[in-house]
């Protein structure tokens, strides 16, 4: 109850920030502390969230890297995009994020130019309502929410643990997850069901891809950090903020439940705040392997913070990739 009258009167929390601030207000005193011109990849920015959160990182100087599977739409932002900022250096690619070749031939493009990557914003989401199988025959909502955002990962970090050494700039990896994750039971995580599963529920489906979202970034977290990495690695809730993942999954719900959750909406700006302030924050710091919400640290489900769930996911998503010789195996 105080978490929702905090929520709804958009108090700050400890970062100074809260529900209410915009993406503009988070990244104000951001860049004047960056010397160096940063490049960042952002998955799904071809509308709602991800579109808001290009359009504020290129305001701020950063070189934009938009992977589309739909490159007229993506022409289309970047327009909007330079209209506004006319220096704004924005590179468009194809990539469907449900295909692992595409994700292969995007990251085989993007590596091919030779820039630096500071930042990977894995945004891009999907709401099934049906029981749709992607091409490499997974269930659609977790081939593109989850291993689709595991494999574009996998396949770009050594370029940014090289960029981060050569730079002295700490690199930054962010899930873009969601607070739906809190309604998965332990008893319903199963890796094969999640990949086949027998009797289809889109909601469950979907939570469950953001569940590996944040488990996902746990886990890299700890492996990055025994690295001795100069990447960091979080995950967040963006709010409610009526994009197009909102208007596909209110087909699903109540008049009364939606005319709830009309209460909590967030504006695009609002929306996309949170994703900016962990992107580009200066008293981010070293943290990693947190959970974000209204740009503050959040506490996640007891599932989330499961280090055995993060490891057992990890583990077969990775046997996943190299059965498929998507991966080299770990030596
Ligand atoms: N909106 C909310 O209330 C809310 C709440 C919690 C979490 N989230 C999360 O926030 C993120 C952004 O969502 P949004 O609200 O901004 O939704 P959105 O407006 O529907 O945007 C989704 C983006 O993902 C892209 N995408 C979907 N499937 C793709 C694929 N196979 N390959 C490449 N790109 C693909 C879409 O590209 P196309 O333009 O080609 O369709 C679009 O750019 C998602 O991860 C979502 O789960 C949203």
Redesign the pocket.
Known sequence: MKATAKYLAGIEGPSGYGSKSTAEQVTQDCLCSMQSHLTAII?????????ETARVLAKNGVRIII????LI?AAEVKESIQNESPAAEIILLE?????FASIQKFCSDFLSLGLPLHILIN?????SHRLEYSEDKIEMTFA??YL?HFLLTEMLLGKMVETAAESGIQGRIIN?????HKWVKKEDFCFSKMLNPKSYNATQA?AQS?LANILHAKELARKLKAGNANVTVNAL??????????R?YKGFISDSICFMISKLLKSISQ?AATTCYVALSPHMGVVSGNYFADCNESPCSVLANNEIEARKLWEQTRHTFTKRQLLKPLG
């Open positions: 998955t799904g920015a071809t509308s709602g969230i991800g579109a992977p589309a599977r739909d739409k990539m469907d994020l449900s295909s945004n891009a989401g999907k709401y593109t929410n689709g873009v997850s969601s607070v739906i979907y953001k809730h963006p709010g409610i903020v009526n994009t197009g993942i909102i596909d929306g």
